[in-house]
């Protein structure tokens, strides 16, 4: 659309690609204003879990938006607030009591990082130091982007980035070298450690064992140093399980929640913690409240599409469409699996991806990505390569003939 002034996220204008405009969507399927079904093979960038324009979800947005649309939330409440709190700390670790509200993914990792701090703070014996896991992501926010991995994403405001203590990506047989790092980093009395669990999202869709997950966690308990656990993308079924932390039978001290929390329809965020963590902060002394707060913090209507939700976790077998797609797209990754041009085949859960090998190297900037990304929009479907990696995360309705066009694509793509 030449002539828009809209200046979009991760996209440079000056190499002149199309923008589609998209009118309509529906299960795993979009439509554009020229009439073409694209089919969603990334959930929308990770955040349409049960299909675009759930029925029970535009319903609950609906109703919600004939009674109250937006109060301030310091100090004030409101009903969907309150159930989605309820519905929350019923369905996530009984260990996690506390609900704080914000917008995205990246404020509720902000949210992390500050009530870290602010536990230590509070407790008279401030720590700082955060550790992260090499390639990680967590947002694109300063905090968020001084916790993930430095790159060409960030490299122009490196220098207003905190230091971090970085651990090596447990990748095959390096395993315990993760977790001696992490030993040695915790005897410098960190702050906390955060993560994303089993899956490194952005960062390639890197998968490492639970196993690892649960010796990280149990390490940080031994040294007293709290555990933030960003499911951000990992939450909500797209591992397999509700939590991705489920499956390495760990809770963290913190948890971040957002994308599919509203079934990916409206932003919306929570940290979650545990008692422990709210207690420091709980006082008659103003001085040690939460210092945090966002505009639009808990808005009504995005509760109430959040609210439906879990309806839907509760009510439907949501469970079961999970390991049901999760073999479906096992079986389809076989396929590709013994290529010529296959690296890394791999699955977790809903997800899968492969690594297109390139002569000239790899990496987000690796030209294959481009190419790849023009390819899969002539064939109508949405994927888009991180890199050389080409993953698929489609909602979870998507059907097999569905599915199948996505392979068959990148089977095009490889020959
Ligand atoms: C997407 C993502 C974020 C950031 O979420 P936004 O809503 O885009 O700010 C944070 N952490 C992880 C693991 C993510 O995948």
């Not at 990916?264 to 207690?279: D, K, Q, R, S």
Request: contains cysteine; hydrophobic residues 45%.
């Amino acid at each position: 659309m030449t002539g828009s002034p809209i200046w979009h996220p991760f996209t440079q204008h000056g190499l002149g690609e199309p923008i589609p405009l998209v009118t309509r969507g529906e299960g795993a399927a979009l439509y554009t204003a020229d009439g073409r079904r694209i089919i969603d093979g990334i959930s929308s960038w990770w955040v349409t879990t049960h299909g675009h324009c759930h029925p029970r979800i535009m319903a609950a947005i609906a109703e919600q938006a004939g009674k109250l649309d937006q109060i301030i939330f310091a100090g004030w409440t409101h009903e969907p607030a309150e159930a989605l709190a309820r519905g929350l700390t019923a369905i996530m670790p009984r260990e996690l009591t506390r609900v704080f509200y914000s917008d995205s993914g990246s404020t509720s990792v902000e949210v992390a990082l500050k009530m870290a701090l602010g536990f230590w703070a509070n407790r008279g014996a401030p720590r700082h130091r955060i550790l992260v896991m090499q390639h990680s992501y967590h947002g694109d926010t300063i905090g968020a982007m001084s916790v993930g991995e430095r790159g060409v994403f960030n490299a122009p405001y490196a220098p207003l980035l905190f230091d971090v203590g970085t651990l090596p990506f447990p990748a095959p047989g390096a395993e315990q070298a993760t977790l001696d790092a992490l030993e040695a980093a915790c005897r410098e009395n960190p702050a906390a450690l955060i993560v994303e669990p089993l899956l490194l999202g952005a960062g390639g869709m890197l998968i490492y064992p639970a196993r690892v997950l649960a010796e990280m966690r149990a390490i940080c308990a031994r040294h007293g140093v709290l555990f933030i656990a960003d499911e951000v993308m990992t939450g909500w079924g797209r591992t397999g399980t509700l939590l991705a932390c489920e499956q390495a039978g760990v809770v963290p001290d913190i948890l971040c929640l957002s994308k599919g929390l509203t079934g990916g329809a409206i932003p919306l965020a929570v940290t979650m913690a545990t008692e422990a963590i709210f207690e420091p902060h709980f006082s008659e002394d103003r001085a040690r409240m939460f210092f945090h707060s966002s505009s639009y913090t808990a808005n009504p209507i995005a509760c109430a599409a959040a609210n439906a939700n879990l309806a839907i976790w509760r009510e439907e077998p949501v469970a079961a469409r999970i390991a049901d797609l999760s073999a479906r797209q096992a079986r389809r990754l076989t396929t590709l699996a013994g290529r010529p041009g296959v690296a890394n085949p791999r699955a977790i859960g809903t997800i899968t991806a492969i690594d297109v090998t390139d002569p000239r190297g790899g990496g987000y900037l690796s030209q294959l990505g481009p190419r790849l990304l023009r390819h899969f929009r002539e064939r109508d479907l949405l994927l888009r390569p991180l890199g050389n990696t080409v993953y698929v995360m489609p909602p979870y309705c998507i059907d097999d003939a569905d599915l199948d066009r996505i392979y068959a694509a990148i089977g095009e793509a490889l020959d």
